[in-house]
């Protein structure tokens, strides 16, 4: 709480911002920067918020969407930068100089090894969503929030919990949803549908191709799916629309590890893990590099999907031994 207590101070000293998050923004970082950036508008601030990717179409609905840039004018010097959900500079793609040159970097995120880059960090681990920590720092602002806040909030916490299946939903998330709810009057039907199912007949396409991949070890401890750039080629989509599709690997009847490769072009794999009780896939994903939870987490590995698939599947079953 001191640490929300000192960022609230930077954010009444200083009269710019800059927003940005990780590269393949997602629900929650979508959520939590436009969430973040009407707050501090509506306390008198400039704001910009930039990506090194855009936003996932899925997440038009929300409000200030179309205010999120790519691109900005080179030597642009801001007095604060804020860094939500990303546990590394290097996670920010072509967004990182631009945060350098802040007079003020403040880094807010929940993921495990955060590398506390920040003049300030506040990194709680035990939030479920970086949506969850931005209601908290509105707390500690005594700001009050609007409808289009909520939704944004609501987004980040309901995208990040895999729909509040997940072991990171608390109790805490549930209280905040029930006081977002109230305050925005959200539907949470209404929320899913635009969400969940609002899918291009090409994503659901893509989405029939992966199923066929599936696989599983002997003991069925691990199971996986492989979605491969001849496949994004044949259906038109991109790596945008595959968001939900490690819930269907992990959905396998007696898999503990679940494990999504997707190519992300010729010769680099992205690889997303989930855990459903005991094994730490943060753990998994560091050792090639990347991270993120205890129950969820991905790395990116250079080199030919097959041998990927053989390298980690390999360490996989190493560590579940
Ligand atoms: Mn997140």
Same mark, same amino acid.
């Given at each position: 709480m001191?640490?929300?207590?000192?960022?609230?101070?930077?954010?009444?000293?200083?009269?710019?911002?800059?927003?940005?998050?990780?590269?393949?923004?997602?629900?929650?970082?979508?959520?939590?920067?436009?969430?973040?950036?009407?707050i501090l508008e509506k306390l008198g601030k400039e704001v910009t918020i930039a990506n090194h990717d855009p936003a996932p179409k899925t997440y038009d609905f929300l409000s200030g969407r179309e205010s999120i840039k790519q691109e900005l004018p080179k030597n642009r010097e801001f007095d604060v930068a804020f860094v939500l959900d990303s546990p590394e500079l290097s996670r920010l793609g072509s967004t990182k100089e631009t945060i350098k040159k802040a007079k003020v970097i403040i880094n807010i995120d929940h993921h495990l090894g955060n590398k506390k880059f920040g003049k300030y960090n506040y990194v709680n681990t035990k939030a479920s969503a970086v949506g969850e920590e931005i209601y908290e720092l509105t707390k500690v602002i005594g700001f009050k929030i609007d409808r289009e806040i909520a939704l944004c909030l609501y987004v980040g916490i309901l995208t990040d919990t895999g729909s509040f299946r997940q072991s990171n939903t608390t109790s805490r998330s549930h209280?905040?949803?029930?006081?977002?709810?109230?305050?925005?009057?959200?539907?949470?039907?209404?929320?899913?549908?635009?969400?969940?199912?609002t899918q291009l007949p090409s994503a659901i396409k893509l989405?029939?191709?992966?199923?066929?991949?599936?696989?599983?070890?002997?003991?069925?401890?691990? #199971?996986?799916?492989?979605?491969?750039?001849?496949? =994004?080629?044949?259906? $038109?989509?991109?790596? &945008?629309?595959?968001?939900?599709?490690?819930?269907?690997?992990?959905s396998v009847k007696g898999s503990e590890v679940a494990i999504l490769f997707t190519e992300l072009a010729?010769?680099?794999?992205?690889?997303?893990?989930?855990?459903?009780?005991? #094994?730490?896939?943060?753990?998994?994903?560091?050792? =090639?590099?990347?991270? $993120?939870?205890?129950? &969820?987490?991905?790395?990116?590995?250079?080199?030919?999907?097959?041998?990927?698939?053989?390298?980690?599947?390999?360490?996989?079953?190493?560590?579940?031994?």
């Amino acid at each position: 709480m001191d640490e929300l207590k000192k960022i609230v101070e930077v954010i009444r000293e200083n009269e710019s911002f800059f927003i940005t998050s990780h590269i393949r923004p997602d629900g929650d970082s979508i959520g939590s920067q436009l969430a973040l950036k009407r707050i501090l508008e509506k306390l008198g601030k400039e704001v910009t918020i930039a990506n090194h990717d855009p936003a996932p179409k899925t997440y038009d609905f929300l409000s200030g969407r179309e205010s999120i840039k790519q691109e900005l004018p080179k030597n642009r010097e801001f007095d604060v930068a804020f860094v939500l959900d990303s546990p590394e500079l290097s996670r920010l793609g072509s967004t990182k100089e631009t945060i350098k040159k802040a007079k003020v970097i403040i880094n807010i995120d929940h993921h495990l090894g955060n590398k506390k880059f920040g003049k300030y960090n506040y990194v709680n681990t035990k939030a479920s969503a970086v949506g969850e920590e931005i209601y908290e720092l509105t707390k500690v602002i005594g700001f009050k929030i609007d409808r289009e806040i909520a939704l944004c909030l609501y987004v980040g916490i309901l995208t990040d919990t895999g729909s509040f299946r997940q072991s990171n939903t608390t109790s805490r998330s549930h209280e905040i949803v029930a006081d977002l709810m109230k305050i925005g009057d959200l539907k949470p039907a209404q929320i899913t549908h635009q969400v969940y199912e609002t899918q291009l007949p090409s994503a659901i396409k893509l989405l029939s191709m992966t199923l066929d991949t599936l696989e599983r070890s002997e003991d069925g401890q691990i #199971a996986w799916m492989t979605i491969t750039d001849e496949m =994004f080629k044949e259906t $038109g989509t991109t790596k &945008a629309e595959t968001e939900n599709f490690i819930n269907y690997v992990r959905s396998v009847k007696g898999s503990e590890v679940a494990i999504l490769f997707t190519e992300l072009a010729k010769d680099e794999v992205k690889v997303s893990f989930r855990s459903k009780s005991s #094994a730490d896939v943060n753990r998994i994903a560091k050792t =090639f590099g990347g991270g $993120g939870h205890l129950r &969820a987490s991905a790395c990116t590995i250079k080199g030919d999907l097959e041998e990927v698939k053989e390298k980690v599947l390999a360490e996989v079953e190493k560590q579940l031994r």
